[in-house]
């Protein structure tokens, strides 16, 4: 049995690693400052943790001056907050949160874990994928490390990222024509998915829905051939399984998504963010019913996030993990050597 991480001999292994993360958040920090970008803190408990139906939230109770209960969530995301300080006036911000997922915990995975999320108002998207380059440069100089890596892995953190579309990524390493089963509409057609993956060699299920066999497709066909060598953006995402970002103004079939890989390992989720809230509703109330026909539960709606979205002016977005970009800097085995204080 390993030792507890606050064991003398465990933290002398630990400390360099936990040391490297230090200085990668303090350039981190110092980078953004010299953008004029603003530092935000929001809190961790809100009305809703999230509308996505695959991310599962802690439930908390909060009882009031009064003795009544009332329940809260802690966030999976502070992405609500920061995008309500948009449409309060803000135009760069940026912030390291702890936030929380439940049924998540592995080599990759932490219930608990940081997050850096920094929006570019009136930036294209495409700027985030400059950032996400710059910030793996300076990952890989923090740590005094000239690759990243994972396992037996390796990526070059100053070699420029590769581009590619999911619809690319699928027809390269699956042999699927992803955009053949998606309408003109946007909307996913699963009998014309699951004809092209059976044909491929990848079981389904007759109960499998057109998003359940992309995401066995693109995590076991796909992710693992991403950020080899240098570093992948996977890009144009589907429109439905980007339920924040806007359409591609050329093909609404895709989205303003995007997916930072490097040394097989998923870093990073940016859009061109959605503004328009009623159709912000329309996809949350879509998501929450899936969470409910898949989990039985279903999470509430953050009304004042979709009432400042009528306010918030067109932006650009994106989440990182922070602790994985730490894993990979020093190439630590597992995300519970980088976190200062592990959950039990």
């Not at 936990?18 to 803190?41: G, S």
């Not at 309500?84 to 911000?93: I, P």
């Not at 936030?99 to 930036?123: I, Q």
């Not at 994985?324 to 519970?336: E, K, Q, S, W």
């Amino acid at each position: 049995m390993t030792d507890p991480w606050w064991t003398p001999a465990r933290h002398e292994t630990r400390r360099p690693l936990l040391l490297a993360r230090n200085r990668l958040q303090a350039a981190l920090r110092a980078w953004f400052a010299d953008q004029d970008f603003l530092e935000a803190d929001p809190s961790g408990l809100q009305t809703s943790p999230g509308n996505e139906a695959h991310l599962h939230a802690f439930t908390a109770q909060a009882i009031g001056n009064d003795g009544q209960p009332r329940t809260l969530y802690l966030h999976t995301s502070p992405e609500f907050a920061l995008k309500k300080l948009l449409a309060a006036g803000e135009t760069r911000l940026f912030s390291f949160s702890h936030v929380w997922r439940n049924r998540e915990r592995g080599p990759l995975h932490h219930p608990e874990f940081t997050m850096l999320e920094w929006y570019r108002v009136g930036a294209p998207y495409e700027a985030l994928m400059e950032d996400c380059a710059a910030i793996l440069r300076m990952a890989a100089e923090a740590a005094g490390a000239a690759t990243l890596r994972f396992r037996d892995r390796t990526c070059d953190p100053f070699a420029p990222p590769e581009r590619l579309s999911v619809a690319e990524a699928f027809g390269r390493h699956a042999g699927i024509d992803l955009l053949a089963t998606i309408r003109p509409d946007g909307s996913p057609d699963a009998s014309a998915l699951r004809a092209q993956a059976q044909a491929a060699g990848e079981a389904t299920s007759p109960d499998d829905t057109w998003s359940d066999i992309l995401s066995k497709i693109l995590t076991t066909r796909v992710e693992p051939h991403l950020g080899h060598g240098r570093p992948t953006i996977l890009d144009r995402f589907p429109a439905a399984e980007a339920a924040l970002a806007r359409r591609a103004p050329d093909d609404p079939r895709v989205a303003e998504r995007f997916e930072l890989y490097a040394c097989g390992v998923e870093l990073a989720n940016g859009f061109g963010e959605l503004t328009d809230s009623a159709e912000q509703r329309h996809r949350f109330e879509a998501e929450m019913a899936e969470k409910q026909r898949v989990y039985g539960e279903t999470y509430p709606l953050d009304e004042d996030f979709l009432a400042a979205l009528a306010h918030m002016p067109p932006a650009s977005g994106i989440a990182l993990g922070f602790d994985r970009l730490v894993m990979l800097a020093t190439g630590a085995p597992r995300i519970d050597e980088v976190i200062w204080a592990p959950v039990p």
